[in-house]
């Protein structure tokens, strides 16, 4: 455990390879970070609508606000209709998802999600492409593709838009305490466990 707590850190150095064991390694405690950052409460009970998911991405992609892919500004308008961002400078009208891993999707984003939370929950079995054609009523051409989308979006070297829509936010992580490390597992079990305490509070 402490070797490859080491890698970790060695790992950022450019050029750097890993042995396929340590990349095994650090994949095994990426899935299990993921696990561990998911709430209990299913994801379609926290976005409920196509409209939530977008807000949600939008908050993952640019955690300053939207930016237009075009000019760079940023504060577009929300156009309801078409479910796009428009930028007030040049007009451009763009959406969450354009050139992400999800470009020019006609799939609910609620779907996505969902396969994503499903996907996490299930690493070490990986579902299969019926399963999911069945779990979400889609042809299975179009389930073999969102599922190879998933996959590698929540995978160690994925671009993690989905996986991190669907997790809670990892946090700041203080000097000294290293990613996936049993102390990291460990506050993010408190975290988990924190977000249930508040759910019920707002409930009640
Ligand atoms: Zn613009």
Known sequence: MS???GIWSVHCIKGFSLSDSDERELE???RQILR???PDEPVDQRFQSERDCVFRLSDVRWPDGP???KCGDGRPSWVESRRLFQCRR???QYSVTAGTNLHRTRIDLRLWFHTAEVAIRSWSSPISVRAVAIDLGVPVAT???MRKIVLKDISRDGRGLLSEAVCLPIGHLPDGIVAGSPEHLERLKLQRARHIEDM???FH
Do not use: D, I, P
Request: with cysteine; proline share 0%; aromatic share 4%.
């Open 143 to 145: 389930a073999h593709r």
């Open 28 to 30: 095994r405690r990426h």
């Open 90 to 92: 040049c007009r451009y």
């Open 3 to 5: 070797c490859v707590s």
């Open 67 to 69: 930016v237009c892919g």
């Open 200 to 202: 019920e509070e707002n």
């Open 36 to 38: 561990l950052r998911l």
